[in-house]
Structures are given as structure tokens and as C-alpha cells.
């Protein structure tokens, strides 16, 4: 198990903010990486994958101050914010592909 997510994580629901900057630091570089490979050059064009890792991290933070989110095994915290960027990811695309904005048209 990854002891060093769950402490971290385990920290942050009580309020340590050093926590926050610990998790950010720890996954940012490559979940940018991630963002990068999984957005196209077009939708590159309109999106920097740092701000979908920043709106992972919103989204993140919030729901795991609620308790929202259990790590339990080694690699379970990667997993989840993968998971996130890809949605992300995906939902900037729908959005960017709607009629007016389609990305297509330029």
C-alpha cells in the first residue's frame, strides 16, 4: 500500500494544508503527461493540459475533504486522478465539439 497517499490524504481531510501542496506536488508532472497524451493537437489549440490537472485538483480536493474517496492499495490514488484527467479530458472535448465551437470548423 502506498502508506505516503493515505497519510497524506488522511492529513488533508483534517486540515493540513501542507498535505494539499505534498499531493499536488506528487502527481502534477504526471498527470500533466497524461493530460498531454490523451488530449489532441486541435484540442491542445484551446485547452492547456495544466489546467485540466488544475481542474482535477479542484475537483479532487473538494470531494476528498467530504470523505468522498477511500485508498486503500498501492496505486489506488494514481488510479483516481487519472481517472479524473481523462474525464476531464473527455468532457473539455464534448464541450469544444459542440456545434459552434467544433473544433472542426476551424
Known amino acids: 500500500m502506498d502508506e505516503q497517499s493515505v497519510q497524506l490524504l488522511e492529513r488533508y481531510r483534517e486540515g493540513d494544508s501542507q498535505a494539499a501542496t505534498e499531493l499536488f506536488s506528487r502527481y ?6 497524461l493530460a498531454a497524451r490523451h488530449t489532441s ?8 493540459p495544466e489546467d485540466v490537472v488544475q481542474s482535477v485538483y479542484r475537483s479532487f480536493f473538494r470531494n476528498a475533504r467530504d470523505g468522498r ?5 498501492s496505486g489506488d490514488l494514481w488510479r483516481l ?6 474525464n476531464k479530458i473527455h468532457g473539455q472535448a464534448k464541450h469544444h465539439s459542440q456545434q459552434k465551437r467544433a473544433l ?3
Open 41 to 48: 493537437e486541435k484540442l491542445q489549440r484551446r485547452i492547456d
Open 69 to 73: 474517496y477511500e485508498i486503500n492499495k
Open 28 to 33: 502534477m508532472q504526471r498527470l500533466i503527461a
Open 81 to 86: 486522478l487519472s481517472a479524473i484527467t481523462i
Open 104 to 106: 472542426d470548423k476551424e
